[in-house]
């Protein structure tokens, strides 16, 4: 018998809009790894990279195993196989796969990674890494998966959420998810604060399952896997799911978010977080945005809040003179509009006064006073006092020194939830004999 050795099995970019998922193959990797005699040695992973740069397949999202196999010829013969025969190559997939016999991860792996969670790295970076570090690596169309690939391996977890995904048998691929609202709602309840953005209570909207034709039904995320396993007993669906897999993720920690931006770091589809003095009171444009620009030592940077954040009209409350810590992702400048950053979160540093100059007000009648004509002052119209000069009055400020962050139905994979703030897992709790991949019956 050859001796065991720990296998890295990193893939990314399967998927397309028309249908696919990563997550879906990573089920039918796990699913033939159960029957070859092979060890897992933690959940499957499933990491989500830097959400703004512009070729992302949806969320973004590689998937790492990480195995003990006596037979890794065979694997990863059979996995490449797998990639190609469950990637949507057609409609535009780039899929990678990278493999590593390594029991620990190179400093350089992690490095690769930490970079791709908020920068643009594009394929011939991850090539020239492959090549530099021996890697074997298998892609299809451009290999821009190799990117997501090598990143998911080399992650390091600083804090980490689960997400249970359940799958949908075949015959069921396409068609329309019907599951009980009052199900989501109640499994949401009673599940907290060890599940998370399940369901949007304020607009009445189901959070779990998605919308395109991938086999997805539903994806749970959460803290635990004893919470995630008694919430799919909550939940009611219309039809038979074919099983379900526990993935180890960053969602929900806003991992995208640990860079702070520098005049070098500022650069097209970047992530990350920077403070700045409100330049000019925002104004609001047509369908809701709002915009304003800030000074970051020196340098004007445009900010827009998109109205469906459900944060613009906290934006808006801004005014000239305001501190404010702020996070997102840049959109490259083109001819018409100049580079700007999107905003994620807001935090108020500092909340300047509103002062504003009025007319003034008469001690005795309470009345406010009328203009007499251009630098003449002002005078009561009901017992005629006069006053020479405007007041200043202070309004009150509608919004408050806190963070705030978007509504939860406009929260992106990466966005750390307000039950999660201050929460950091570090612990996990992978055990190999729960049921963290399970095939359901007939
Ligand atoms: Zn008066």
């Known amino acids: 018998m050859n001796p065991s050795c720990t296998l890295h099995i990193g893939f990314d970019d399967t998927d397309s809009p028309e249908g696919m998922c990563t997550t879906f193959l990573a089920y039918k990797i796990v699913d033939y790894l159960k029957k070859q005699d092979s060890e897992f040695l933690d959940f499957p992973w499933l990491i989500r990279f830097n959400p703004n740069i512009p070729w992302k397949t949806r969320g973004n999202g590689a ?40 029991k620990t991860i190179p400093s350089n792996f992690t490095e690769f990674s930490e970079l791709a969670l908020w920068q643009l790295i594009n394929r011939n970076q991850a090539k020239k890494f492959a090549s530099k570090n021996n890697l074997e690596i298998f892609f299809m169309g451009n290999g821009q998966g190799l990117v997501g690939a090598i990143g998911a391996i080399g992650y390091r977890f600083h804090d980490h959420t689960l997400e249970l995904l359940s799958y949908r048998r075949p015959s069921k691929f396409g068609k329309e998810r019907k599951i009980s609202s009052q199900s989501v709602k109640t499994m949401q309840d009673k599940t907290f604060p060890y599940t998370f953005n399940s369901f949007d209570n304020k607009k009445s909207k189901v959070l779990i399952t ?4 991938d086999p997805v039904f539903y994806g749970v995320r959460g803290e635990r896997v004893d919470t995630l396993l008694s919430a799919t007993k909550i939940l009611e669906t219309e039809e038979k799911l074919a099983g379900h897999m526990i993935f180890k993720s960053n ?4 991992d995208h978010l640990k860079n702070t931006f520098t005049k070098l770091t500022l650069k097209p589809y970047a992530s990350g977080i920077i403070t700045g003095v409100v330049l000019q009171n925002p104004t609001i444009k047509k369908g ?15 900010c827009a809040v998109y109205k469906q954040t459900g944060i613009a009209s906290t934006a808006l409350g801004l005014i000239k003179g305001d501190k404010i810590c702020v996070g997102g992702g840049l959109r490259k400048a083109s001819k018409t509009f100049p ?19 009025s007319n003034p007000i008469c001690k005795n009648c309470k009345k406010s006073m ?60 992978f055990d190999e004999s729960s049921l963290w991949f399970s095939l359901y019956e007939n």
């Open 63 to 102: 998937v790492s195993l990480k195995i003990r196999t006596k037979n890794p010829i065979k694997i990863k013969n059979k996995i490449k196989k797998l990639v190609s025969k469950y990637s949507d190559t057609k409609n535009g997939a780039n899929p990678g796969l990278v493999f590593y016999e390594q």
């Open 288 to 302: 809701g945005h709002v915009f304003f620009s800030i000074n970051c030592s020196g340098d004007e940077l445009q």
């Open 370 to 429: 009328k203009s007499k004509g251009q630098n003449q002052g002002y005078q009561c119209v009901k017992c005629g006092k006069t006053s020479k000069n405007k007041k200043n009055f202070e309004i009150q400020r509608k919004i408050q020194k806190q963070l705030y962050i978007p509504e939860v139905s406009a929260h992106r994979h990466l966005s750390r939830p307000m039950t999660r703030i201050g929460r950091i897992n570090k612990k996990s709790d």
């Open 210 to 213: 998605p919308h395109g034709p």
């Open 251 to 254: 969602q929900g920690t806003n």
């Open 339 to 357: 580079r700007v950053l999107n905003l994620e979160f807001i935090e108020i540093v500092d909340l300047k006064k509103n002062m504003v100059k």
